[in-house]
């Protein structure tokens, strides 16, 4: 299978992309039966790439943000001075110690 055909994803659309954050998987391919499901798969890759963990050192809430709209305070409580963003080895580090 050629790789640019592995590849192809959908995240530059703006009405699929919509369409994506609100319906199930099976929802959307019902929807765009055009699409493959490994379509589907590639841009659910590239739009969780574009999280950014992050932790409240106040609250120790761990949540995740769309890095195109940042937050500057916790969604848990409110607080904005204390929050810390994870790379993914430090997630991976949390997961293995049950922490995240």
């Known amino acids: 299978m050629d790789t640019e055909f592995k590849k192809a994803n959908f995240i530059s659309d703006a009405e699929k992309m919509r369409d994506f954050k609100e319906l199930s998987k099976e929802e959307f391919l019902q929807s765009y039966s055009y ?5 589907y798969d590639n841009t659910k890759e590239i739009y969780t790439k574009s999280f950014v963990k992050t932790r409240c050192n106040m609250c120790m809430a761990y949540f995740e943000y769309d890095e195109n709209n940042v937050v500057d305070t916790c969604p ?5 001075e204390y929050l810390t963003d994870f790379t993914q080895s430090d997630i991976d580090f949390l997961k293995k110690k049950g922490l995240y």
């Open 35 to 39: 699409l493959t499901e490994e379509e």
């Open 76 to 80: 848990f409580c409110n607080t904005g």
